[in-house]
């Protein structure tokens, strides 16, 4: 069974702090995001990996930067976290399959930034 | 440009009455559409996707590419089937709509 693991469940940090939150999955996927969700606004991509120190931007990258140094590893960070960064964080990869994606998702990350 | 819609934020039926959660899409291309669910305390997983045109858990989805349409339907709800629902796009990035949270009383 496919593991995606985000470090922290919950996050609570103050307003300039540089955050990093981590995901490692366990199936070799070579593909990885991160999303933030929010109510009514559904998941909303920020990075995407397709390989190792590789990186895209989503469609909300501002305020956000990644880190893919091992395949199995993929960072998201917050160079100085604003209250409009509160949000649930969730991570997610995947292998190609030529006809979409079947992601397979963390837990979640709850971050506060106060 | 990709876009989903869902309609509906919440959508609340009694047990055994039939289920239908729009969903909407928008791509010039050819779409790959999934519908995703989040039960509650568990992880977003993959439902189900048009091109295996399966029913799980009693669901199915038909793409109508004329009405840009990939609604999810259930005959009979049941109450475990209470949770967030995202439709999904698949272009040239998974894009997910706003979703749409199902109770389904008793």
């Known amino acids: 069974d496919v593991k995606v693991t985000q470090s922290s469940r919950y996050l609570v940090k103050r307003t300039g702090e540089k955050v990093f939150l981590e995901c490692v999955q366990d199936m070799d996927h070579e593909n990885m995001f991160w999303y933030r969700q929010d109510p009514g606004l559904g998941l909303r991509l920020i990075y995407f990996s397709y390989d190792v120190k590789m990186k895209e931007k989503g469609d909300i990258p501002e305020g956000y930067s990644v880190s893919r140094e091992k395949k199995e590893r993929f960072s998201l960070i917050l160079e100085s976290a604003s209250t409009n960064q509160t949000s649930m964080y969730l991570c997610?990869?995947?292998?190609?399959?030529?006809?979409?994606?079947?992601?397979?998702f963390g837990s979640g990350t709850q971050l506060s930034v106060l | 440009a990709q876009r989903v819609t869902q309609p509906e934020k919440l959508l609340s039926v009694f047990k055994g009455a039939p289920v239908e959660l729009k969903c909407n899409y928008s791509y010039s291309g050819s779409p790959e559409l999934f519908w995703y669910v989040q039960y509650s305390r568990q992880r977003l997983q993959l439902l189900l996707r048009h091109i295996s045109r399966e029913s799980i858990k009693g669901f199915t989805a038909d793409l109508n590419k004329g009405e840009t349409s990939f609604h999810l339907k259930k005959p009979f709800a049941q109450e475990e089937d209470s949770a967030m629902y995202y439709c999904a796009l698949y272009g040239n990035k998974l894009v997910f709509g706003a979703g749409t949270i199902l109770r389904v009383k008793s």
């Open positions: 997610a990869s995947s292998y190609p399959t030529g006809a979409g994606e079947k992601l397979f």
